[in-house]
C-alpha cells in the first residue's frame, strides 16, 4: 500500500458529502461503514470520479451531495459535460450494517442497505452496469481509488469480527 501511495503526487482524502472528479492522476482514500462510495471511470479519456455519500435520498432539496442520489448523479454529469459516459467503468462500495440494533424478524432496511439500493437504482436507471462491487456486510472499508486507471484498492476494517 505505502508503494501505491508514493507512486502519487496528488492524493486526496474524501470526506462524507464530497465528491472527486479529475482528469489528472490522482489517489483518493476514504473510510466507509453504512456510507457508500461510487466510482466511475473512463478509460478512453482518462475522466475518473468518485463520491463519498452518507443518506439514501434528498427528497427534491437542493444538490446536497451527503445523499446517494444527488452525489450519483452528480458525478455522472460531469462525465456526461466531458464526453466520458460512453465507457464508463462504475464500482460501488459500503453500504455496511455498523450497528447490529434490528429484530432478526424485521424488514426494514439499515441506512446501509437503503444507500446500496439507491445506488444500484441511479445507476441501472442511467443505463450503468456496476462492474466490481463490494457492500453490505458489518465492517467499515477503507478505499484508494486511482484516477489514473480506474483501480480501487479494498481494505476491510476490523475483518476479523
Known sequence: MKALIDSHT??????????????KPV???TVLGSCIAVTMFSPKSGFGAICHAMLPQNNGCAEDLRYVDAAVLHIYRKAVARGAASDLIVKLFGGARMLD???AGSTIRTV?????????EILSD????VDRSDTGGVVGRKLYFCTRDGDVYLKKMGANR
Open 10 to 23: 496528488n492524493n486526496i482524502y474524501l470526506k462524507p458529502g464530497e465528491v472527486v472528479v479529475a482528469r
Open 27 to 29: 489517489l483518493v482514500s
Open 101 to 103: 440494533i434490528r429484530d
Open 112 to 120: 446501509g442497505e437503503q444507500n446500496v439500493a439507491k445506488a444500484q
Open 126 to 129: 442511467l443505463g450503468l452496469n
